[in-house]
């Protein structure tokens, strides 16, 4: 079982940044996929980037690429969102999710943290 905790998350103005955290507890990541979602009123849930643990490779999604970024910190147990030129349309509940096992980058994913809100006003 692993337990995910996110960082809170904020209120910025269109064409800021935020850094959304991850904690991670309960089990050693070695073997675990770590990814970011997000989801806006009346929309599915999107995927947004992933990271393997072991080796660090990651994985975004076109719709962020280029303003979002995905990193870990092995000795924090934390996986990061850096997320930058914020924009209205990035206004969500964005979650942070583990899997132990190799799957594809957008998952499934069986842990799941509480969900953190993002708000960009125009």
């Known amino acids: 079982q692993v337990q995910l905790v996110e960082s809170e998350g904020g209120l910025v103005q269109a064409g800021g940044s935020l850094r959304l955290s991850c904690a991670a507890s309960?089990?050693?990541?070695?073997?675990?996929?770590m990814g970011w979602f997000r989801q806006a009123p009346g929309k599915e849930r999107e995927f947004l980037a992933a990271?393997?643990?072991?080796?660090?490779?990651?994985y975004h999604a076109d719709s962020v690429k280029g303003r979002f970024t995905i990193s870990r910190d092995n000795a924090k147990n934390t996986v990061y969102l850096q997320m930058s030129s914020l924009k209205p349309e990035d206004t969500a509940v964005y979650y942070c999710?583990?899997?132990?096992?190799?799957?594809?980058?957008?998952?499934?994913?069986?842990?799941w943290g509480q969900g953190t809100q993002v708000t960009v006003s125009s």
């Open positions: 999710a583990a899997v132990p096992t190799a799957v594809g980058w957008k998952g499934p994913y069986d842990y």
């Open positions: 990271i393997r643990w072991n080796g660090g490779s990651t």
């Open positions: 309960g089990r050693t990541l070695g073997s675990y996929r």
